[in-house]
């Protein structure tokens, strides 16, 4: 009964794995030349903002661009001072602190390549 349940999660696990190289494989191949802009939206929760930015930088840092090119964190449920932390814990990265109703606003600002004031030029 245990072998079956270990051989059954090992195929399920392996065929999920080739599912994700087939999917790179062919994103890579088929449309080398062109560059889709991935997002990642997290929304802060008061009191757990700095842990939770604290993680996503480590999955930004460890996984890269397959994860997302910008995260866009929401902070409506934040008070100004843990705002300004996270503000200031995200400066320079690829981690934007903003409110729910400027997410449009700020992908369109970056989709049509304009710098974002707060972030330093490259």
Known sequence: MIKTIILTLAVTFSALGICDFLHTLRSTLLLPD????????????????????????????WYGGEFADRVLAISD????????????????????ICSLCDISSIINLYETGETDEREPSP
Do not use: M, W
Not at 44 to 54: E, F, I, M, N, P
Not at 77 to 96: F, H, N, Q, T, V
């Open 34 to 61: 062109v560059k889709t802009n991935k997002y990642s939206v997290l929304f802060l929760k008061h009191g757990h903002a700095l842990s939770q930015l604290r993680f996503i930088s480590f999955k930004l840092r």
């Open 77 to 96: 449920d934040l008070d100004p001072a843990e705002i300004a932390l996270c503000e200031k814990y995200s400066y320079g990265s690829s981690i934007r």
